[in-house]
């Protein structure tokens, strides 16, 4: 007979933005749970508990409306005010990915948030002061705890034998007439950083953009596979970045970046937390939408392979 769990039974919190990569996230779920009754005065966020492997996981979603890191501290918090048990937080959705010749990330790739050097895995690029001359960046976000960046390891030493453990599980939610079936790869198109997209009211996505200003990749960085997954840092601010001249001078200044993102900057200092980002644009003018659920069928599907591979937490 199976134990009939309690709240303090979960220990992972799978926390996302949006409502397509909260359905990602709920298709991946081994077992899904019954959700606990309301208690007078507790917080009424949006959450479905279950388990993958041996986790016992509450995925919770921002308000509709409210993305940004604010929003995304809040919903944490409540996440940890209810479930007391929960050990850390995955950041786990879409973001606008930075392409080079050497990274050749492309739509549907995963960003795993990681440290270097000098950064954390997440940097919030926005955050620091005006000074003479131009503006500089102060503030520091906490890098993930050890636990976390072990299994990360894990994962890419699997990755080198080339286990990847996503693929199945990205198979399953991408069937055939799934919502979060890949798109055309036709569609993934990038342009030369200054060149900024052509609106027109009647045409759709980037009919009306030069085709001479494409940059050809064919010469970029062998590729294995159609999802690639990168570890790196990630640009994380309260602003949607959808310029190339800027997006490339902010990755610039940081020493590179792999994306950017609206969430992650405002759970780094307080949860131990790591951020996985599926490509689902570049940043720049010429943002379309078309890739967004199966960027996020990518993010939550490395979630699930990074839970299996992670051992359980005390609580
Ligand atoms: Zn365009």
């Known amino acids: 007979m199976v134990r009939q769990l309690q709240r303090k039974d979960y220990t992972v919190g799978?926390?996302?933005?949006?409502?397509?990569?909260f359905a990602a996230a709920e298709d991946l779920?081994?077992?899904?749970?019954?959700?606990?009754?309301?208690?007078?005065?507790?917080?009424?966020?949006?959450?479905k508990v279950g388990c993958i492997g041996s986790h016992n996981i509450v995925i919770a979603c921002l308000p509709a409306g409210r993305t940004g890191t604010t929003s995304a501290l809040?919903?944490?918090?409540?996440v940890r005010l209810v479930f007391t048990s929960i050990q850390y937080i995955l950041m786990v959705g879409i973001g606008g990915g930075?392409?080079?010749?050497?990274?050749?990330?492309?739509?549907?790739?995963?960003?795993?948030?990681?440290?270097?050097?000098?950064?954390?895995?997440?940097?919030?690029?926005?955050?620091?002061?005006?000074?003479?001359?131009?503006?500089?960046?102060?503030?520091?976000?906490?890098?993930p705890p050890e636990y976390l960046l072990n299994t990360l390891q894990e994962l890419k030493i699997?990755?080198?034998?080339?286990?990847?453990?996503?693929?199945?599980?990205?198979?399953?939610?991408?069937?055939?007439g799934s919502p979060f079936a890949r798109p055309d790869a036709a569609s993934d198109v990038f342009f030369e950083a200054a060149y900024s997209h052509v609106d027109s009211n009647d045409a759709v996505g980037c009919v009306e953009c030069a085709q001479e200003k494409r940059r050809n990749r064919d010469r970029w960085q062998t590729r294995t596979g159609d999802v690639q997954v990168h570890f790196g840092t990630i640009a994380s601010d309260n602003r949607l970045m959808r310029d190339g001249e800027r997006r490339d001078?902010?990755?610039?200044?940081?020493?590179?970046?792999?994306?950017?993102?609206?969430?992650?900057?405002?759970?780094?200092?307080?949860?131990?937390?790591?951020?996985?980002?599926?490509?689902?644009?570049?940043?720049?003018?010429?943002?379309?939408?078309?890739?967004?659920a199966y960027a996020a069928a990518t993010a939550a599907s490395s979630a699930k392979e990074f839970l299996l591979l992670m051992p359980p937490v005390a609580s």
């Open 249 to 292: 001078e902010i990755s610039k200044k940081l020493g590179g970046i792999l994306c950017f993102e609206m969430e992650a900057a405002g759970l780094m200092n307080h949860f131990p937390c790591l951020v996985i980002r599926g490509i689902s644009d570049y940043s720049d003018s010429h943002k379309s939408d078309d890739w967004q």
């Open 74 to 78: 809040s919903v944490a918090q409540q």
């Open 29 to 47: 779920l081994d077992t899904e749970h019954p959700k606990f009754p309301q208690v007078s005065g507790e917080p009424t966020f949006r959450y």
């Open 14 to 21: 799978w926390i996302c933005a949006l409502a397509l990569e």
């Open 98 to 143: 930075v392409p080079n010749t050497k990274n050749n990330l492309r739509l549907g790739d995963v960003v795993f948030s990681q440290p270097d050097g000098a950064h954390g895995g997440v940097v919030q690029y926005g955050f620091g002061k005006d000074v003479p001359g131009g503006f500089q960046q102060t503030g520091h976000l906490s890098a």
């Open 158 to 176: 699997r990755h080198r034998k080339k286990e990847f453990g996503f693929r199945g599980h990205l198979s399953k939610l991408t069937e055939p």
